[in-house]
């Protein structure tokens, strides 16, 4: 008897449109051989057909990484745009701050026992400010 695997997660189940491939890949494909194949037939009579191709090669491969890379489920852009804002835009050391508000607590705490009464713990006032 013939059984269909049917994935858990249907948030990575893609449309196919043409030829099992995704719209994103049609357009990426697409892109690719309206830049490489130009490049290829205007290049080859000035730096021969190797060359030529190497150079379509070269200018259509970015369009097949951002069409087929994938990771985490992220798009080659955005895995892209992760990387470059943790190497460059943001620090690269990044120490944990909190607001500690039980900080004040023991420092009065402190400042009685160097005192030596135990009545209650005072707030520290703000300095006032002179009225002009």
Do not use: W
Not at 39 to 45: E, F, P, Q
């Amino acid at each position: 008897m013939a059984y269909v695997n049917v994935p858990n997660d249907l948030s990575k189940v893609k449309n196919k449109l043409v030829m099992g491939l995704t719209k994103r890949q049609l357009i990426c494909f697409g892109s690719a051989a309206a830049v490489g194949i130009p490049v290829y037939l205007c290049s080859r009579a000035a730096i021969g057909n190797t060359g030529a191709m190497f150079l379509m090669i070269a200018l259509m491969l970015p369009c097949f990484l951002f069409a087929m890379y994938e990771r985490d489920g992220l798009p080659f852009e955005k895995v892209l745009r992760n990387i470059l804002c943790v190497k460059f835009l943001r620090p690269g050391i990044r120490p944990y701050r909190t607001q500690n508000f039980y900080a004040y607590f023991s420092e009065n705490i402190k400042e009685e026992k160097e005192i030596g009464t135990k009545k209650h713990v005072h707030r520290k006032q703000a300095p006032c400010r002179k009225k002009g």
